[in-house]
């Protein structure tokens, strides 16, 4: 279906750009959401005729998400989830958890602004990406850890997963005698009373 786009979208082009889509995606997403007219002769002199009042619009808006970037860029949530000794989460994070830790901190933001490029399943510090507007993003660090002093030592540049196990000595720990038979019990081992008998 060719469209006729009303605001930047990205990987699909600028107001004004007559582009080619899928019908679906033209049908349930962008002509719902007023993000794109049809591409027909009418439509082609409304959006003539109105050009300048959308470009205004859209400038508008991007000045006012200019001034909110500023509230939210560089922040760092911390979010405390269960996981495995492997650091792998029982579950994972959604955009729903991010966005309500981001409000708690003061920040304007919806589930729609956050573009999550996989889904978070492990511990460990995340950079995600919040679009406030089709023209203006910003970086915040999501922070998940199992507990608050974890989540401290992961915004040090601690990897904990590499430090928990870096203190492991896995398997036998004994002291190894090479001489000994096999089940026989070294001599120093060996009670006072034993060893005389």
């Keep these: 279906m060719q469209i006729i786009l009303l605001e930047r979208i990205e990987k699909l082009g600028f107001i004004g750009d007559e582009v080619s889509v899928k019908d679906g995606y033209a049908r349930n997403f962008l002509l719902p959401n007023k993000k794109a007219l049809r591409a027909n002769d009418a439509n082609r002199k409304v ?12 400038a508008a808006r991007r000045e006012e998400a200019k001034g909110e970037a500023g509230s939210v860029e560089g922040k760092e949530v911390v979010l405390i989830r269960a996981s ?6 029982y579950g994972s994070v959604s955009v729903r958890d991010i966005v ?3 409000v708690a901190t003061g920040a ?5 602004m956050i573009v999550l490029e996989r889904p978070i ?8 990406r919040v679009s406030l507007h089709p023209e203006v993003s910003v970086n915040v660090k999501v922070n998940v850890a199992r507990s608050t002093d974890e ?5 040090k540049g601690v990897d904990v997963i590499d430090a928990m ?12 005698d090479p001489n000994a038979e096999p089940g026989e019990i070294p001599a120093d081992l060996l009670e006072e009373g034993e060893a005389q008998a």
């Design 151 to 155: 989540a401290e030592l992961q915004s």
């Design 100 to 102: 309500d830790a981001l």
């Design 84 to 89: 495995s000794n492997s650091g792998q989460l």
């Design 121 to 128: 399943k492990t511990i460990g510090v995340f950079d995600v």
């Design 108 to 112: 304007k933001v919806s589930k729609s």
């Design 47 to 58: 959006f003539e005729a109105n050009r300048a009042r959308i470009e205004a619009e859209n």
């Design 165 to 176: 196990f870096e203190g492991d000595t896995g398997g036998f720990t004994e002291d190894y």
